[in-house]
């Protein structure tokens, strides 16, 4: 914006109930190349001239009948928008003069009325006001441009999730399946808890990074149907470490999470976990939420080593164990939530079969 060429097309409001008053002002503004002047005597008008037209100065006398100028000051300020009350009172009255200023006025001008003080002091205000305004203006072009970056950001993150995912679906249908469950598991149980909205989010997209560093193991241990040999088990509990690998340098938050996800979905609260044996508080909430999400989705789903489970008997095995999982292998708070929530997680698997 350019200030100077702008403070002569700048909208002024005068008001006086003085109708002499009126025409000296109006014919000082005109003479001065202002183009943009309104006028009103009555007082209780300024609120609505001022909501319907955001007067860049307005010129106020203080003695009115009706409302007085400090009236008028006080119902002006919940609508003044920027924070700046643009404007300049006229006064006869010595004392009123800090008065106004304390009541929001930016300047003042003494009764009889002086031209060179009343355009002096108009100009100035007027030009800290569109300094101000531009400066506002731009603050928002500022805020918008960085809004769309971090959308374009977010969505960027998000495409290099999915393409990071369909590596799984190559390997493994089901597997492919599974991880597109898992981010609807996650995010209602986020949810459930009263997390934040960003961490919910969060838990939604970095969720299916968990088995990424299943990339790395060989097609004969991972679609194997019989039991695994103890090699072949040492080389599958390797995946956590190169799932958190792969992730580590990430700068996107959904990543980040994913590979926190990544390292500790394996580890349970009882520190009977892979691949660092941590237990309680210490497997981070993304983790243990995780866990419990994963847990039931592979029961419920073909492996090449077991069948499909119904959610009934999915639901028995977590809440009360079968030699393979326990109870004791969940975070205590989620287990009770899966406890009282656990058709949501029927839904969420039935609703993507179908």
Not at 110 to 133: A, Q, W
Request: aromatic share 8%; proline share 5%; with cysteine.
């Amino acid at each position: 914006m350019n200030i100077s060429s702008n403070i002569l097309n700048a909208k002024i409001l005068v008001v006086d109930d003085s109708v002499v008053n009126i025409k000296l002002l109006e014919h000082m503004l005109a003479g001065a190349g202002y183009t943009s002047v309104s006028t009103t005597t009555d007082s209780r008008e300024v609120f609505g001239l001022y909501l319907n037209n955001r007067y860049d100065a307005i010129l106020l006398d203080l003695n009115m009948p009706y409302m007085d100028g400090f009236q008028v000051m006080e119902a002006l300020k919940p609508i003044e928008r920027e924070g700046y009350l643009p404007i300049l009172v006229v006064t006869a009255q010595p004392d009123h003069k800090l008065r106004a200023l304390q009541a929001g006025a930016k300047d003042f001008v003494s009764k009889p009325i002086d031209s060179v003080e009343v355009l002096t002091r108009l100009y100035n205000m007027l030009e800290i006001r569109l300094l101000h305004k531009s400066l506002r203006e731009y603050n928002e072009r500022l805020e918008q441009r960085v809004l769309e970056r971090t959308m374009e950001l977010r969505d960027s993150y998000r495409e290099t999730i999915l393409t990071m995912t369909r590596a799984a679906e190559y390997k493994d249908e089901d597997t492919g399946q599974h991880i597109q469950r898992i981010s609807y598991y996650c995010q209602e149980v986020a949810e459930l808890l009263g997390m934040p909205r960003n961490f919910c989010e969060e838990m939604f997209y970095g969720s299916p990074m968990h088995d990424v560093g299943k990339i790395a193991i060989p097609d004969h241990i991972l679609l194997k149907p019989g039991s695994l040999s103890p090699d072949e088990w040492a080389i599958m509990q390797t995946h956590p470490l190169v799932g958190a690998h792969i992730l580590s340098q990430a700068r996107s938050p959904y990543l980040r999470i994913g590979a926190e996800i990544a390292l500790n979905h394996h580890e349970r609260w009882d520190g009977s976990g892979y691949p660092n044996a941590i237990k309680g508080e210490a497997i981070p909430l993304s983790a243990r939420i995780m866990n419990i999400c994963d847990v039931y989705d592979a029961l419920r789903s073909r492996r090449p080593y077991k069948p499909a489970f119904d959610h009934e008997h999915a639901v028995e095995i977590i809440t009360r164990g079968d030699g393979r999982t326990s109870p004791a292998h969940f975070d205590p708070q989620l287990l009770e939530l899966f406890k009282r929530h656990h058709e949501k997680f029927r839904e969420i698997f039935e609703a993507a079969m179908e």
